[in-house]
């Protein structure tokens, strides 16, 4: 039995008789019958997806750095962790970018791909995809697997600052970070 099914109530009940009952029907609830599963193999409960529409559209700018937030306030740890970016420049290879999780931890999601091509539409970044971010082209779109491991934010908690560092590390081309999600 999962624990998920527990908490809403499809999991099955194991009971026993008892000659001295404190329940009028003289049954009661075995706790040693419970069994607990690992983590990967639990269902998922929910899947949330927070963005940064507070302030879409910042600019990147030339050789230069910004960071986008996302704030979460819910209470719970991530089973898996994806992320999603729309952003217009130039010249992709320019763009590093990193996912850092309210702990600290930092995750590459791409550097210097894409080439002389221009903008990530709708890309999404998931450590279980088929296809490399190092090797799609630009315009990137679809779902890549990123250079950095997703996987390290398994088991963490939501809770806090995500953020979004996007570098734009070469001269003369700029572009736009036009929103992020976080899934």
Not at 112 to 135: E, Q, R, S
Request: charged share 25%.
């Amino acid at each position: 039995m999962f624990l998920s099914n527990l908490l809403t109530g499809r999991g099955r009940r194991v009971s026993r008789r008892t000659g001295h009952s404190g329940s009028p029907h003289g049954r009661s609830l075995s706790p040693r019958r419970l069994r607990c599963e690992p983590l990967e193999e639990r269902q998922l409960m929910s899947v949330f997806t927070y963005t940064n529409d507070p302030i879409p559209d910042q600019p990147i700018p030339d050789k230069g750095t910004i960071t986008s937030a996302i704030t979460v306030d819910d209470s719970y740890y991530a089973a898996d962790v994806n992320v999603t970016v729309n952003m217009s420049h130039t010249r992709d290879e320019d763009l590093d970018v990193f996912l850092i999780a309210p702990d600290g931890t930092r995750v590459e999601l791409f550097t210097d791909v894409g080439g002389t091509g221009d903008h990530f539409n709708g890309t999404t970044l998931d450590a279980g995809a088929a296809t490399a971010i190092t090797a799609g082209s630009a315009p990137f779109s679809g779902t890549y697997r990123p250079e950095g491991n997703l996987s390290t934010l398994e088991r963490k908690s939501v809770q806090g600052t995500w953020k979004l560092e996007v570098t734009d590390d070469t001269r003369k081309e700029t572009g736009t970070l036009n929103s992020w999600s976080l899934t």
